[in-house]
């Protein structure tokens, strides 16, 4: 069965300092690999995927991810933190059977002014 | 905004009683998801359905059903409330059904259950 998993509940981070959400991940068969973002209140906003290709993948407002194969990682990265940044993030993966996504626990990240 | 609509944005209710939510995918967008947002479940996928034909079925309750009209809109009912039943629902939609097409949810429907 396809599953991701994001070991930190919280990240920390100083404004200005590159930040990294962590996520692993596993399927059988390709994998399908996705990063939402919620603020409060909010729906969950799309910020990038990685479906095949080029292992590092841009996303929105900055955010980048690399996809790992043989550590089944998909690490969400950005270079420069914003305090507008601290929300909550999800990694998924596609199912491979449907279409459905199969949603992490979720990262709170926190960026200190 | 991802263009999908959901309503209401809030719904209270009482135990035992039967809700409507309602969502309307992009424009263009066949397929649509459900997806139930509470603290002790996470994100759990509910249903998908794909140009107005049921596609995949998750972790869905007997008591709640779904389906996607002509106009591809979707409406999620739930009945026979309990006290779990409260959480964040959200509707997701796709241009497709497949592995490539991010799917872009809408702002949700918070239900309470009292």
């Known amino acids: 069965a396809q599953s991701v998993a994001q070991p930190e509940d919280q990240v920390n981070v100083a404004e200005g300092n590159p930040l990294t959400v962590k996520c692993t991940y596993s399927v059988s068969g390709n994998p399908y690999l996705f990063w939402y973002v919620q603020y409060p209140n909010r729906g969950l906003q799309f910020l990038l995927k990685?479906?095949?290709?080029?292992?590092l993948v841009k996303g929105s407002y900055g955010f980048e991810a690399e996809f790992n194969k043989s550590q089944t990682s998909f690490h969400l990265k950005k270079p420069s933190a914003l305090v507008s940044d601290s929300a909550l993030y999800f990694c998924a993966v596609r199912d491979g059977n449907t279409d459905k996504l199969i949603f992490g626990t979720g990262t709170r990240l926190q960026v200190f002014p | 905004d991802s263009g999908v609509t959901q309503t209401p944005k809030h719904l209270i209710t009482a135990t035992g009683q039967r809700v409507t939510l309602r969502c309307s995918p992009r424009s263009g967008d066949l397929s649509v998801y459900w997806y139930q947002q509470s603290l002790d479940q996470g994100l759990q996928f509910l249903i998908q359905y794909y140009n107005g034909e049921e596609r995949a079925k998750g972790n869905i309750l007997e008591r709640f059903s779904a389906q996607q009209f002509p106009d591809l809109h979707s409406e999620l009912n739930l009945s026979s409330l309990e006290l779990g039943d409260s959480a964040l629902y959200f509707c997701?939609?796709?241009?497709?059904?497949?592995?490539?097409?991010?799917?872009?949810f809408g702002p949700g429907t918070r239900l309470t259950v009292l």
């Open positions: 990685y479906i095949t290709g080029d292992n």
């Open positions: 997701a939609s796709s241009v497709l059904a497949d592995h490539y097409n991010e799917q872009f």
